[in-house]
Nanobody, 122 residues
Framework: QVQLVESGGGLVQAGGSLRLSCAASGSNLIINLMGWYRQAPGKERELVATITRRGTTTYNDSLKGRFTISRDNAKNMWYLQMDSLKPADTAVYYC????????????????WGQGTPVTVSS
């Protein structure tokens, strides 16, 4: 019923930039929170950033402002702009969607994209 499709990953040199996109398909979506996570080789998945429909954002403090999350509610899409990339940013990046949670009749449901690899070369 709900699918998340990611794009924008790839290979980039250190210091470069990439813009990831996530598109959610499905009808009657009650979007609570949109976000991005990443998982580096041999490490656990970690939160990168989140954004609400109203535009309120949160970030992983360790990224120190290099990443920016945004959204387009009309298109059910959200984005991750990654600047000043470092080799340590190499990971599989996953978009995430949380729906519901506002009323008892619509409980929280979580959806995940398949992941898009980002490789930063030195």
């Amino acid at each position: 019923q709900v699918q998340l499709v990611e794009s924008g990953g790839g290979l980039v040199q250190a210091g470069g930039s990439l813009r990831l996109s996530c598109a959610a398909s499905g009808s009657n979506l009650i979007i609570n929170l949109m976000g991005w996570y990443r998982q580096a080789p041999g490490k656990e998945r970690e939160l990168v950033a989140t954004i609400t429909r109203r535009g309120t954002t949160t970030y992983n403090d360790s990224l120190k402002g290099r990443f920016t999350i945004s959204r387009d509610n009309a298109k059910n899409m959200w984005y991750l702009q990654m600047d000043s990339l470092k080799p340590a940013d190499t990971a599989v990046y996953y978009c995430h969607l949380k729906t519901g949670g506002f009323i008892v009749e619509s409980p929280i449901t979580n959806y995940w994209g398949q992941g898009t690899p980002v490789t930063v070369s030195s």
